[in-house]
């Protein structure tokens, strides 16, 4: 990889799966290099899959197959911003019906533990603009949903 900087991601055993996941769903996403360990370690042995270098949405990642110390966490989402509802549903489901879990307000974790934001832009739109009124009123309807209804977001907008 030629970035300075990089996420790494950590796996218990499954950063290949999980990167093949992403670059199958994501566009701008791919698998890059495989790296395989070159000695026994405490979570693997010699020639098991140590790291492997991916991009989600551009970002570039390295899973790293460090074992089951370590869990991910709320603390670190990808927030990927839709363009409509098809978008947000694609997303969404491609997540949560591969084994993920649904959360509120268009926060999901796939099946590795991993967050995700599946956030439309019109709902950041609406909560960030400067009419405050239609900004309360989608964050209102936003607080109720679990995956994020973009019709349900502009009626709230309206009023």
Known sequence: MTSKNTLCLWYDGAALEAAQFYAATFPDSAVGAVHRAPGDYPSGKEGDVLTV????????????????????????????????????????????????????????????????????????????????AAAKRAFEAMMEMRKIDVAAIEAAVRG
């Open 53 to 132: 270098e991916f991009t989600v949405l551009g970002i570039p990642c390295i899973g790293l197959n460090g074992g089951a110390a370590f869990r991910h966490s709320e603390a670190f989402s990808f927030q990927v911003a839709t363009d409509d509802q098809e978008e947000t549903d694609r997303l969404w489901n491609a997540i949560v019906g591969n084994g993920g879990q649904e959360s509120a307000c268009g926060w999901c974790k796939d099946k590795w533990g991993l967050s995700w934001q599946i956030t439309p832009r019109v709902l950041t739109d609406a909560v960030m603009g400067a009419d405050k």
